[in-house]
C-alpha cells in the first residue's frame, strides 16, 4: 500500500521532465545503426530476423549481461532479449549534464523505472540496453582482491577481465574543484593516505575511473557489445521475458527456451539448440533475476500458488537476502554556484563505511526545465515545502514555478556516507504476474545496529569533513554548525519516511530517517542458495543467473566494474569449460 501510493506520488514529484531531442539525434542514430547491426527490434523476430535456435539465450543486455553476449558470441550462437531500447542518440543517457533527467523521467519508455521499497526509499532499476551503466553515476572501481577470494573466483582470470572492460570504456577523471574539496577534506580529517588514480579498493582516499569522458560523454556496456563477434550475435531491442520455458519430463526440469513480448505487444517463443551445453542466461539485475525465476515457476511454493504459477522447482531462497547498502548525505550551500560534478572521489574507512560526493546542477538547456530527482541540489528547493506540507498540489504548485527560480538557487553539494556490506536485509516478492510492475521490495535499511553504528561513524567523519577550510571557503555560512547541516538535510532528502523532532539532535535518528539509496541493492539468487557456484540454477539444468542478483555483498565502493567484469570472467569461463584450450580466450 505504502509502495502504491508512493509510486503515484513520485510519478506527479517526478513526471515534470520535456524531453527535447537534438538536431543531430536522427544522424547520430542512422550511423549507430550501421555499426551496430546486431541490434533489431524484437517485432522483427516474427519476420524471420531471429527465427534460428541458439547456444546462449541471455535474459537482459545489461551491465553483466553484454559483456557476457560480446564474450560467447566469438565461438557460439547468441541471442540477447533487452526490455528496453537503444541507448544510442539519447543525450539523457550520453551526456553527464542529463545524468538526472534519465531517473526523474517516469514514462513507461524511460529508460529508468522507478520504484519505491515498502521502507519508503524512492529508488530506481534500469530498463535499457547497457543497463544501470546507461543511467548510472558512472564511478568506476574494482572489488578487493580479498573480495574476489571470499567469492571464490579465479584471480588471474578477473584481474584479466577487468582491464577488458577498462580498455574499451574506462577513463580517469577530470577532478572537478567539489570533488577536490572532498579529497583534501577526507585528508584533512584523517581518512588517509592518499592512494592518487587508482581502480584499486585500498584503505584512504584515492581518484576512482569513471565510464564519462573528458568531455562528459557516457561509455556503458552496451558499447562491450562492439567486441562481440556480429555473425554470432542478435540483440533484440524492447523485447520483455515473460517467462523461461521447461521440459519438465526428465528428471530435472530443463530450460528450453523463453517466451517474449515485442515492441507491439505481440508474443513469440525462442529455443536453444539441442546441443546439450546450450544454455538460457539470466542476466536481468537485482530485482529482475529473483521476478523472471518467481513468473517462471522456481520459488517458494506457497507464494508462487498464490499467483497460480505452475510450480517447476520449489526453492524458498528465490528473492530473499535482498539487501540495499544505505546512503545518507549531507547537503551543503555553497557562495556561488558550484561546478556539475558526479562521483569521482572515494574515501575508504577501515570500519566500511565509504565517503563520496555529489555537486552542482545540471545547467544544459534540456535539464534547466525538469525536477532531476533525488541527487540534484535542487531538492534543496523543493525541501522548502516542509516535508509534511508536500502536498500533490504544493508539488504542482513547485513544477509550475521551477523554471522562474534563479539558477544561483540551486547552489551546492552533497557529501554522502555509504554502508559497505550491511547486516541489514530484505526480500522481494511478486505483486501480481505482470513481468512489467515492480515486484515488491523490503531492504529493512538499519535494522541491525552494526549498521547504523557505521552511519553514525560516516556523518561524523561528514561533520568533521564540512568544518574542514576547503568546505568553510565554499560555503555560503562559515559559521554552519552540524546541527545547522543536519537540519537542512533533513528537510532536502526526499523519502517517504516520517521526521521525528529529534533528528538533528540523534545521529541515529537522522540516519533512519533520511536514509537514501546509492543503488547497489543486490541479492534474490544467491550463490549456495539459488545458484552453485558456476551460477547454475540449482536443481534445473541449462540455466544460469549471472548478474548482481547473486552477491551476498556489492563488490567494492561502487559495483558496476565487478558486475561488468564477471559478465567477461563467466563468458571466459563458459568457453573454456566447453572447448578446453580451444576456446582461444
Ligand atoms: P542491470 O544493469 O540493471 O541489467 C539488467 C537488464 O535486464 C536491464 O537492462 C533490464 O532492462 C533487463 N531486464 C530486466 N527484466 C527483463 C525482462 N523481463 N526481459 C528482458 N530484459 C529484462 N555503480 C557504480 O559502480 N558506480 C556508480 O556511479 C553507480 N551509480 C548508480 C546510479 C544509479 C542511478 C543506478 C541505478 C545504479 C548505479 N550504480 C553504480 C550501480 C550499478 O549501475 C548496478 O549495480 C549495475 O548496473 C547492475 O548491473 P546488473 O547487470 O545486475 O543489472
Given at each position: 500500500m505504502a509502495s502504491r501510493k508512493g509510486e503515484l506520488f513520485v510519478k506527479i514529484l517526478l513526471l515534470l521532465c520535456i524531453f527535447r531531442p537534438s538536431q543531430g539525434r536522427e544522424e547520430s542514430m542512422r550511423s549507430s545503426k550501421a555499426k551496430h547491426s546486431y541490434l533489431k527490434e524484437a517485432s522483427s523476430f516474427s519476420t524471420g530476423a531471429g527465427k534460428e535456435e541458439y547456444d546462449y539465450i541471455i535474459i537482459g543486455g545489461g551491465t553483466a549481461g553484454c559483456p557476457l553476449a560480446a564474450t560467447l558470441s566469438h565461438k557460439y550462437r547468441v541471442l540477447v532479449l533487452e526490455r528496453g531500447g537503444s541507448p544510442y542518440g539519447n543525450r539523457n543517457i550520453s551526456y553527464l549534464q542529463n545524468f538526472h533527467i534519465s531517473l526523474a523521467n517516469t514514462s513507461p519508455k524511460s529508460p529508468s523505472q522507478s520504484f519505491i521499497s515498502t521502507d519508503g526509499v524512492i529508488n530506481a532499476r534500469a530498463r535499457v540496453l547497457g543497463g544501470g551503466t546507461c543511467i548510472n553515476a558512472g564511478f568506476y572501481t574494482r572489488a578487493s582482491p580479498s573480495y574476489v577470494e571470499e567469492v571464490g573466483w579465479d584471480g588471474k582470470l578477473v584481474n584479466e577481465s577487468y582491464p577488458w572492460v577498462e580498455k574499451r570504456i574506462v577513463y580517469w577523471p577530470k577532478v572537478a574543484p567539489w570533488q577536490a574539496a572532498l579529497r583534501n577534506g577526507l585528508l584533512e580529517a584523517g581518512v588517509s593516505p592518499f592512494n592518487g588514480y587508482t581502480f584499486d579498493h585500498k584503505y584512504g582516499t584515492k581518484v576512482g575511473g569513471t565510464i564519462f569522458n573528458k568531455k562528459g560523454f557516457r561509455h556503458t556496456?552496451?558499447?562491450?557489445?562492439?567486441?562481440?563477434n556480429p555473425k554470432n550475435l542478435r540483440v533484440l531491442l524492447?523485447?520483455?521475458?515473460l517467462k523461461i520455458i521447461f521440459n519438465t519430463k526428465g528428471r530435472q526440469p530443463k530450460a528450453i527456451g523463453v517466451r517474449f513480448k515485442d515492441e507491439n505487444g505481440d508474443r513469440h517463443e525462442v529455443f536453444l539448440n539441442r546441443r546439450e551445453k546450450s544454455e538460457i542466461i539470466l542476466s536481468a539485475g537485482a530485482l529482475g533475476s529473483p521476478q523472471m525465476l518467481l513468473l517462471s515457476g522456481i520459488g517458494p511454493e506457497e507464494d508462487l500458488k498464490k499467483f497460480n504459477i505452475p510450480v517447476v522447482l520449489h526453492n524458498?531462497?528465490?528473492?530473499?537476502g535482498m539487501s540495499d547498502n544505505p546512503m545518507n548525505s549531507i547537503f551543503i550551500p555553497t557562495k556561488k554556484p558550484v561546478q556539475q560534478s558526479l562521483i569521482q572521489i572515494v574515501g575508504i574507512t577501515k570500519i566500511g563505511t565509504f565517503i563520496e560526493a555529489s555537486s552542482g546542477f545540471g545547467q544544459s538547456s534540456d535539464s534547466i526545465h525538469c525536477h532531476h530527482g533525488i541527487m540534484s541540489a535542487e531538492i534543496g528547493q523543493l525541501s522548502t515545502v516542509p516535508p509534511k506540507l508536500r502536498t500533490l498540489e504544493a508539488v504542482r504548485e513547485y513544477a509550475r514555478n521551477k523554471p522562474s527560480i534563479?539558477?544561483?538557487?540551486f547552489q551546492g553539494g552533497f557529501i554522502l556516507e555509504k554502508i559497505d556490506g550491511p547486516l541489514s536485509t530484505g526480500y522481494l516478492n511478486l505483486?501480481?504476474?505482470?513481468?512489467d510492475n515492480n515486484p515488491s521490495v523490503t531492504f529493512n535499511y538499519f535494522s541491525h545496529p552494526y549498521d547504523l553504528h557505521r552511519c553514525v561513524y560516516g556523518i561524523r567523519t561528514i561533520e568533521k569533513i564540512v568544518q574542514t577550510r576547503q568546505f568553510a571557503g565554499l560555503s555560503n555560512d562559515d559559521a554552519f554548525s552540524a546541527e545547522r547541516l543536519l537540519n537542512m538535510s533533513v528537510t532536502a532528502n526526499v523519502n517517504l519516511i516520517p521526521k521525528h523532532t529529534n533528528d538533528t539532535a540523534s545521529v541515529e535518528q537522522f540516519c533512519k530517517d533520511t536514509v537514501i539509496t546509492i543503488w547497489h541493492y543486490h541479492g534474490g539468487c544467491h550463490v549456495g542458495k539459488v545458484v552453485d557456484r558456476h551460477y547454475r540454477v540449482l536443481g534445473v539444468t541449462r540455466l544460469r543467473v549471472i548478474d548482481g542478483s547473486t552477491y551476498t555483498n556489492s563488490p567494492g565502493t561502487n559495483p558496476q566494474a565487478t558486475v561488468m567484469m564477471m559478465g567477461r570472467y563467466m563468458g571466459v569461463k563458459i568457453l573454456r569449460e566447453r572447448l578446453g584450450r580451444a576456446a582461444g580466450v
Open positions: 556496456a552496451a558499447d562491450l557489445l562492439e567486441a562481440g524492447h523485447a520483455t521475458v524458498q531462497y528465490v528473492g530473499k534563479p539558477h544561483e538557487a505483486v501480481d504476474t505482470d513481468v
